[in-house]
């Protein structure tokens, strides 16, 4: 049994982002998140991150419905949706306390990096599911 490319390929493009995000996210835990540029680039780094995810995830999707792995689509099609709809949710709780702090809220801060956590964490239990369907995906059907 041969691997299937087209799968290979979709694994491949979805753990890049996956995959840097992962190693890129743990350097905000090193710096204090009420210092307005170092929060800003931790924004845009989730922003980058689900628009990414968004965009590999639906190619990835399509490429495996062309192939005819409707469950492994399936599994794809989760993860691209989370990152549609997790998106709003997810950047609306960040630009809440990005606000609340430049309000004054001392808490604005602690609260940010509990979204940091999660975000990190949300992203690892998705890598680690996708880097434990890949035996599964990637053999011919």
């Given at each position: 049994?041969?691997p299937?490319?087209?799968?290979?390929?979709?694994?491949i493009?979805?753990?890049f982002?996956?995959?840097?995000?992962?190693?890129?996210?743990?350097?905000?835990?090193?710096?204090?998140?009420?210092?307005?540029?170092?929060?800003?680039?931790?924004?845009?780094?989730?922003?980058?991150?689900?628009?990414?995810m968004?965009?590999?995830?639906a190619?990835?999707?399509?490429?495996?419905?062309?192939?005819?792995?409707l469950?492994?689509a399936f599994?794809?099609?989760?993860?691209?949706?989370?990152?549609?709809?997790?998106?709003?949710?997810?950047?609306?709780?960040?630009?809440?306390?990005?606000?609340?702090r430049?309000?004054?809220d001392?808490?604005?801060?602690?609260?940010?990096?509990?979204?940091?956590w999660?975000?990190?964490?949300?992203?690892?239990v998705?890598?680690?599911?996708?880097?434990a369907?890949?035996?599964?995906?990637?053999?011919?059907?």
């Amino acid at each position: 049994m041969t691997p299937d490319a087209v799968a290979v390929a979709v694994m491949i493009i979805l753990l890049f982002p996956m995959g840097y995000f992962t190693l890129a996210s743990p350097a905000f835990l090193l710096v204090r998140l009420d210092i307005q540029p170092v929060a800003q680039l931790l924004r845009g780094m989730f922003n980058a991150h689900f628009l990414v995810m968004r965009v590999a995830g639906a190619i990835g999707t399509v490429a495996l419905l062309l192939d005819g792995r409707l469950l492994a689509a399936f599994g794809v099609g989760m993860i691209t949706a989370l990152a549609i709809w997790g998106r709003p949710w997810f950047m609306q709780r960040v630009d809440d306390q990005l606000s609340a702090r430049d309000a004054g809220d001392a808490e604005a801060a602690r609260r940010l990096r509990r979204l940091h956590w999660s975000g990190m964490l949300g992203n690892a239990v998705l890598l680690v599911a996708l880097v434990a369907g890949i035996p599964y995906v990637a053999m011919p059907a």
